[in-house]
């Protein structure tokens, strides 16, 4: 049953739910929309765009620094060449004369003062191939390397010399440094020196190229062992055929290269920093690193190899990094060296790094505020949800109550409720009560009208009385309106139903005293909540009419006379009336019905019928039941006598008594009216009615086939003999559908040479319907399964050849084929297809038959011909007209048939018929077996008269496997032979 | 968006409000959101550097820890921060933002205080926490009363700076020794007479006589001298300036005429780069300029190695034995209370005891704290530097001499009053131009072949003195600073 919940709770669901689907919704939208992570990507784009924009910066203005360097190195060498061009020497051997290299370093003061004042670095430098101050040391290089504390001031007050001779420091009024020296030493470890080494041996690589190509970038170092951490970038000075002797260079302290090429003011997230390192993928390589501040320093350990995982973005990483967690990184590789600089691919890579939930600090807090925001509307709407359902539902809710208050007789009268729909709703309740309770006065009043013998009653448990209407007041004759307790209910109702009408429901044969009359009542009672209703009606005249209809059934429409089951019941009846009287079942079938249907259509022979029955009718005068059993077959039943005499001299009439009955056919000639019949006897050939039945239509069947348009009486011992042509009507089929049937070998011998020819295959049935192969074929025949028997054997037998082939080797297989049948072109190309090569060894063997189409059976010869099997006419000489004329189809082989080899030894006719037909066969190539072989003296004469072949008990009998001929017997023949 | 920000706002505030209760100690200070400090300084060369490493470990550590993070800009020289302060301080167009926390003297804090961009570092500093500074170097941030508006960071004071190899040739060829250099009437006499020694070593060129002395700072040179006369030249009590010109008369015949005469000389940057060229044996300079005396110096292209004699700082004659007491503190600017804590936070660090020695030490300047000075560590690092390598002799011995001036002697610093810093520049200059004027006068008098007392009496000193007198009070009256002659 289904679940009724108030309006109040349904509502409340109803709404709860939409509210619920509506925040899942939301949540599902934003969900697929992705727009919870909208600002994470904002985020990842910024730090993106800061990066990028960074890095474009840091590479202008490295790439300005390094044109700067360039031009300033370019011009340098030209002065020193010149230089070295006046002092009568080279430029290589400028710093072994104390005057030259003191013009050398103030020419080199020029050149870097003057870079130091272009550039945002922090050094400049110079280093020449050799030491003026210790000329024999060849770690010694002489050098001037001034530093600028304040490369963003533009003053050039705060130089300082770390190197170089003081007459600079004069020129420039330059302090020098606490580490004031004059020389820069090699030899410290390997690589030390390669901001020296590394240009020089990229100019002898590329001689003449462009001086960006030999710059050459250091990673931090403690350059002047001062613990400061410092970037060198450095250029070869050549001379004038390019060959390096010093070189120049810059360098950039790590504060002011954090403070001015990786500034605060880029980091938009706190906890951010900047990195330059080398990146090889996604590895970030800290062997060397340049930090941007603290935080960097803190958490990039030296020498680790950070591994960045990429996200989503081009250039977006994550990493884990220590306390700082998880950290999103834009990374951005900086152009430091020309394409075709040796050096290139040194990688410098600017990472900035950001704590990644700093990156998505304000896109998770949306979404906690989102998720609140709906959670608080969720409920809020749930409580605006309850309040309202309340509101709403309470007046219906008082409606509700009023209705259920209400009494079937009060007036109605309901409040509005200010609601529309429920106000309409009501007064078309209003209105529809108005007229229920015109309708019920109207209903009852067309009830009353109507004169249907129709009334209810209503039995309350709540009540003392029943409720009855006119109709039972009037059928139990009481007054009406009269108060009925439950009790005298109980009895008038006992009184209506103590006579239940057998096999029909709810029926009830009810006499009514009052008027003496026999009524039948329908009563239908049913449980209604409050107690028992029910409906009485009046089925008199249709319970009159059903009978009067069911008599009408005993009756065949077309000739009134009986059907087939009153002539059942009707003779059982009389059978049982009078048992030991004597009654003949009548058989009948028209002959002709057929022939009238089919030619002048069956109107006409539904004419013929009405005319037969009219014959039948005869019967009628001895109180026989007649009945059409169907189409044309009439049964009639006669009981009652002491004798068979008398009734049989009443059966023979019935042929004089009908031929007085004509038939006038449209083509206007007169036809009589032929019919077979057959009689059995009660109780001589049965006792009850279906049996007789049965056995008077045999008798008529053997009439039909012996002589029609006669009367047969039923023969037990023909019966006998022929009724399994009946009875396996549908053995037959089974025997068919399911090829329930084996084959028996039986070898042929060849009476020449005592050994086997082969074999003749038996067809032997596996169902029990069947003794022997002639039962099928008579029942086949009779049920007009030849066509299918046929192709059962032929596929069968092939399949079986098939199978044996190793047993059967060359030996000839004999195989039976119905003559009258040929098998259909399509089932003759798939045994062609399947078994086409045992062809060769297949004799097909033809019988005569009644009705022979010797036409037909030329045509099925020459077909089995040209396949390449051989014919053997089987049965030949047992009796009939046209043999001869069969043989000149010229058969392969002749089987003789056993009625003529059976005692051929001591019949002179039969010796005679033999001879001369082998002779005739011989003549024309004809092989001859002789059949039924039982005996020796047999097989010696059939020997003598020169038959071919010999078949038959003595040479064996048919059995299941193949046999092999008897040495002894093999041993005669040949004897026999000599 | 807006109520985006207040929401934030309000949990923010109510988060710190829970976390300062929890902490019991109110700061503004937040370790997950760290305050950024811009710190300008003057330091050049290895106290940049030292300045630096010590910001960096101050930020792996403590700064890490509360939330404050240093960014120690380098301005160049004293002048040059000097100026970029002011400006910011100012709002000069072009300026730059005014930093958190600077490197300051005190005539200059004076000045900025008046734009009222100091903050009073006795909110941030407890009593307990001032008194474990020497007095002396606190009570020079300290103005108005008590307004601290710098904290000591190093202090210097100067001291006289000696090639002992070349005063020894001279020293052993003339009978000299180095009693005579410590009063500034024996330095002109041994300059005079090394002036002449070495002119000697020449005959065939006669004037090519080498200079014995310089002076780093002129300023100091003439505020010490009165001061060792008796006069404060800059005087703070009475904010203004006292010119006595008995007691600046010998203090300028001692400066203008060795200038003139080529007895002192000042040819490069720092007086310590003419030791290294050899123009120069001996020079009054700051103690926190040790590390900057060499151990070789320059001679034809090669290196001449060479001894290092620290003596006292020369007194004048009939003066008492003052020496000056210098070195910038650092002030803290008005800014937000985060800044300004994080700031002071940051000085604590800096100058408490380890650290304030460590850096101190790095070039010779004296740490604040008067722990410091019977620190373990601060003498044993001095004893090791005592029997170190060269270099590290060298600044050992300044500080014996310095730590013997701070200790033992008097030593001074003016104080200052509105306007003094523009006192100190004009006595530099004005004194440092008649120097080389009197240097080029000279030169060309010599060259007509006249004599020391002939050149001395042609450049007419009294003339000179009062051409130098009218400088300074042109200048004063165009700064509007007051003075007084007597």
């Not at chain 1, 930090?291 to 950070?306: D, F, I, R």
């Not at chain 1, 039923?714 to 053995?731: P, V």
Request: net charge negative.
């Amino acid at each position: 049953m289904k679940k009724t919940w108030t309006l109040r709770r349904q509502l409340n669901i109803l709404l709860a739910l939409i509210v619920i689907f509506q925040s899942i919704a939301l949540l599902s939208a934003l969900w697929v929309s992705q727009v919870f992570f909208m600002l994470d990507a904002e985020a990842v784009r910024l730090l993106n765009n800061t990066t990028e924009t960074r890095s474009k910066t840091f590479n202008a203005s490295m790439g300005q620094t390094i044109a700067n360097m360039a031009a300033e190195t370019e011009q340098l060498n030209a002065a020193l060449i010149l230089l070295a061009r006046q002092q009568g020497s080279t430029p290589e051997s400028l710093y072994l004369s104390d005057a030259a290299y003191n013009e050398t370093a103030l020419l080199a003061s020029d050149a870097l003062v003057s870079i130091l004042k272009k550039n945002s670095v922090t050094g400049a430098f110079f280093v020449l191939n050799g030491s003026n101050s210790n000329k024999g040391d060849p770690s010694a290089h002489s050098a001037v390397y001034i530093r600028n504390t304040t490369p963003d001031s533009g003053v050039t007050s705060n130089y300082l010399l770390e190197i170089g001779p003081i007459a600079v420091s004069k020129q420039y009024t330059m302090a020098t440094s606490i580490r004031w020296n004059l020389d820069i030493r090699s030899g410290g470890e390997a690589g030390d020196f390669d901001f020296y080494e590394k240009p020089i041996w990229a100019s002898t690589q590329f001689k003449n190229s462009e001086m960006e190509r030999y710059g050459y970038w250091t990673t931090p170092r403690d350059l002047l062992k001062d613990n400061q951490q410092v970037v060198c970038y450095t250029m070869p000075v050549l001379d004038e055929n390019g060959n390096g002797y010093g070189v120049v260079g810059i360098e950039i302290d790590m504060p002011y290269f954090s403070q001015h090429y990786l500034p605060d003011s880029d980091r938009l997230y706190h906890n951010s920093f900047y990195v330059i390192a080398g990146m090889t993928d996604r590895t970030l390589d800290l062997d060397w690193f340049i930090p941007s501040g603290v935080l960097a320093e803190t958490y990039l350990k030296n020498g680790e190899q950070l591994k960045l995982k990429s996200l989503e973005n081009e250039g977006v990483f994550e990493t884990e990094l220590g306390e700082l967690g998880t950290m999103v990184a834009s990374a951005r590789e900086l152009k430091v060296y020309s394409d075709n600089s040796p050096f290139a691919d040194q990688n410098w890579t600017l990472a900035c790094f950001v704590p990644s939930d700093v990156l998505r600090e304000n896109s998770a807090s949306v979404r906690e505020k989102l998720i609140y925001s709906i959670v608080l509307t969720t409920i809020l709407a749930f409580s605006a949800v309850f309040v309202l359902v309340y509101f709403f539902t309470r007046k219906i809710s008082h409606l509700s109550k009023y209705v259920r208050a209400l009494s079937p007789y009060d007036q109605i009268n309901f409040k509005p409720t200010g609601m529309l729909e429920v106000d309409d709703l009501t007064s078309a309740v209003e209105l529809l009560n108005q007229s229920l309770v015109n309708v019920s006065k109207t209903t009852s009043k067309i009830l009353e009208l109507s004169l249907l013998p129709i009334g209810g009653y209503e039995v309350m448990d709540n009540s003392k009385h029943v409720i009855l209407t006119d109709f039972l007041y009037w059928l139990l004759h009481l007054d009406p309106g009269s108060l009925i307790s439950k009790e005298e209910w109980k009895d008038y109702y006992q009184r209506l139903t103590q006579n239940p009408v057998h096999g029909q429901e709810n029926i009830y044969d009810y006499y009514d005293n009052y008027t003496k009359k026999q009524l039948w009542l329908r009563i239908l009672e049913a449980k209604s909540p409050t107690g028992v209703v029910g409906v009485i009606q009046d089925v008199t005249e249709d319970i009159e009419e059903k009978h009067r209809l069911t008599n009408e059934l005993d009756y065949d429409a077309l000739t009134k006379l009986f059907s087939n089951t009153a002539l059942k019941r009707e003779s059982a009846r009389k059978i049982n009336d009078r048992p030991n009287k004597i009654g003949a079942m009548i058989f009948i079938d028209l002959d002709n019905l057929k022939y009238i249907n089919d030619t002048f259509g069956h109107d006409v022979g539904d004419r013929l019928i009405i005319r037969a029955s009219d014959i039948f009718r005869y019967f009628e005068r001895f109180d026989g039941i007649v009945s059409r059993i169907s189409g044309d077959e009439f049964a009639i039943y006669l009981h009652g006598y002491v004798d068979q005499d008398e009734p049989r001299e009443i059966i023979k009439n019935l042929y004089t008594y009908g031929e007085s009955f004509l038939l006038t056919t449209p083509d206007g000639n007169e036809n009589r009216i032929r019919f077979s019949a057959g009689v059995a006897w009660y109780p001589q050939d049965a006792t009850e009615v279906m049996d007789l039945l049965k056995l008077s239509d045999f008798a008529m069947y053997e009439a039909k086939h012996k002589e029609k348009g006669r009367l047969y009486e039923f023969d037990r011992d023909y019966y006998q003999q022929m009724s399994y042509l009946l009875e396996n009507r549908e053995a037959i089929n089974r025997l068919l559908d399911e090829q329930l049937i084996r084959f028996a070998f039986q070898p042929i011998v060849d009476l020449k040479t005592g050994e086997i020819l082969g074999y003749e295959i038996l067809m032997r049935p596996l169902l029990e319907n069947f003794k022997n192969p002639a039962e099928i074929l008579a029942v086949a025949a009779a049920q007009s399964k030849l066509m299918q028997l046929e192709r059962m054997i032929i596929f069968m037998a092939f399949e079986t050849i098939e199978k044996r082939s190793k047993e059967i080797g060359d030996n000839k297989i004999f195989i039976n084929s119905i003559p009258s049948q040929r098998l259909n072109w399509e089932d003759f190309l798939k045994i062609k297809e399947c078994y086409g090569h045992h062809f060769k060894n297949v004799v097909i063997e033809v019988t005569e038959a009644e009705t022979l189409d010797s036409d037909n059976l030329a045509q099925k010869i020459e077909n089995i011909r040209n396949n390449g099997m051989q014919i053997a006419l089987d049965d030949f000489g047992s009796g009939y007209s046209n043999e001869i004329r069969i043989l000149s189809l010229l058969p392969d082989i002749i089987k003789i048939d056993m009625a003529m080899i059976q005692g051929i030894h001591n019949n002179v006719d039969k010796q005679n018929l033999v001879t001369n037909l082998v002779q005739f066969c011989h003549n024309k190539g004809v092989k001859v077996v002789a059949e039924g072989i039982e005996t020796s003296a047999d097989l010696i004469t059939v020997i003598e008269i020169g038959v071919d072949y010999g078949q038959g008990f003595y040479l064996g009998r048919p059995a299941f496997e193949f046999s092999t001929i008897n040495p002894e017997l093999r041993k005669e023949i040949r004897n026999l032979r000599k | 968006m807006k109520r985006k920000i207040k929401l934030a706002c309000l949990f923010l505030s109510m988060l710190m409000l829970l976390t300062a209760c929890s902490a019991g100690e109110k700061t503004a200070l937040d370790p997950k959101n760290p305050v950024s400090i811009t710190l300008w300084h003057y330091y050049v060369g290895d106290n940049k550097i030292a300045l630096e490493t010590a910001v960096d470990t101050f930020n792996k550590s403590v700064g890490s820890e509360k939330g404050v993070v240093v960014n120690a800009v380098a301005k160049g020289s004293v002048t040059e921060l000097e100026k970029a302060v002011t400006d910011a301080a100012k709002g000069v167009v072009n300026a730059e933002a005014m930093p958190d926390l600077f490197s300051c003297y005190p005539d200059k804090a004076l000045e900025i205080d008046e734009l009222g961009k100091l903050c009073d570092l006795n909110d941030y500093f407890s009593e307990a926490e001032q008194a474990l500074y020497v007095e002396e170097f606190l009570n020079d941030g300290q103005f108005d009363g008590d307004r601290l508006l710098i904290l000591p960071i190093v202090k210097s004071t100067e001291l006289l700076y000696v090639n002992e190899t070349a005063w020894n040739e001279f020293a052993v060829a003339n009978s000299q020794d180095t009693t005579k250099l410590s009063t500034w009437e024996g330095v002109y006499a041994a300059a005079q007479a090394y002036y002449k020694w070495t002119d000697a070593q020449t005959p065939e060129t006669s004037g090519d006589g080498k200079s014995l002395m310089g002076v780093d700072s002129v300023a100091n040179y003439v505020i010490i001298g009165n001061k060792q006369l008796g006069v404060e030249v800059i005087d703070g009590q009475n904010q203004q300036v006292v010119l006595n010109r008995a007691v600046m008369k010998k203090i300028f015949d001692t400066y203008y005429g060795s200038m003139s005469l080529g007895y002192f000389n000042a040819v490069g940057k720092f007086r310590s780069d003419d030791i290294k060229a050899g123009d120069l044996a001996a020079y009054v300079g700051s103690s926190s300029g040790a590390a900057y005396f060499p151990t070789w110096i320059e001679k034809d292209n090669t290196q001449l190695p060479i001894e290092f004699l620290a003596l006292s700082y020369p007194v004048f004659e009939g003066g008492s034995p003052y020496a000056i007491q210098q070195g910038a503190g650092m002030s803290v600017a008005n800014s937000t209370p985060e800044k300004q804590e994080g700031a002071a936070v940051f000085l604590k660090w800096f100058t408490s005891e380890a650290q304030n020695i460590e850096f101190a030490m790095t070039t010779g300047y004296l740490p604040v704290q008067s722990g410091a000075y019977e620190n373990d560590a601060f003498n044993a690092t001095l004893e090791e530097m005592g029997a170190g390598e060269a270099a590290e002799k060298n600044i050992a011995k300044v500080y014996e001499i310095a730590l013997d001036q701070i200790m033992e002697r008097d030593t001074y610093a003016s104080v200052p009053f509105k306007g003094s810093y523009e006192v100190r520049s004009t006595l530099e200059k004005s004194l440092t131009a008649m120097g080389q004027s009197g240097r080029q006068n000279a030169t060309a008098l010599k060259e007509q072949g006249l004599s020391e007392a002939e050149i001395l009496a042609a450049l007419d000193l009294n003339t000179r003195f009062e051409e130098w007198l009218t400088t300074i009070r042109s200048q004063l009256d165009k700064a509007g600073i007051p003075y007084i002659e007597n």
